[in-house]
């Protein structure tokens, strides 16, 4: 097995793992006893990880900008203007987005394409 090769497994395993930790994109609502849609209040982490993301895949899919970009606004749905520019002049969100792409940097393009950015649309399609 090639060094090339055995970090490109690793590097897509990794990706996976973090694709599936991360609450970012989309964020799943669930309806309230009163019939809305809860969902968890947005934090620096979460928001840096879908930002970083977001950067990331337009720039190696730029065809399918828009749907990184709808996947954002759902995440950030009912924050604030305010908020948001808070949590990302946040320390805990300047960390998380710097760790985030460094990793991303780490994933080969194919890989990236095919785990990183390919989590469907908003609507689940």
């Known amino acids: 097995m090639s060094n090339s090769w055995r970090a490109g497994v690793v590097a897509m395993g990794a990706a996976l793992a973090v694709s599936l930790q991360s609450p970012a994109w989309p964020v799943?609502?669930?309806?309230?006893?009163?019939?809305?849609?809860?969902?968890?209040?947005?934090?620096?982490?979460?928001?840096?990880?879908?930002?970083?993301k977001r950067s990331y895949c337009a720039k190696l899919?730029?065809?399918?900008?828009?749907?990184?970009?709808?996947?954002?606004?759902l995440l950030e749905r009912g924050t604030s203007r305010d908020a948001l520019a808070?949590?990302?002049?946040?320390?805990q969100y300047k960390s998380a987005y710097?760790?985030?792409?460094?990793?991303?940097?780490?994933?080969?393009?194919?890989?990236?394409?095919?785990?990183v950015c390919a989590q469907g649309t908003p609507s689940g399609k």
Do not use: M, T
């Not at 710097?98 to 785990?115: K, M, T």
């Open 86 to 91: 808070s949590l990302r002049a946040s320390g």
């Open 61 to 73: 899919v730029p065809s399918r900008e828009g749907e990184f970009e709808a996947k954002a606004k």
């Open 98 to 115: 710097d760790a985030e792409a460094a990793f991303l940097q780490s994933v080969p393009p194919e890989n990236g394409r095919r785990i």
């Open 28 to 52: 799943e609502e669930r309806p309230s006893p009163a019939g809305r849609a809860d969902k968890p209040p947005l934090d620096a982490r979460s928001l840096a990880i879908s930002d970083s």
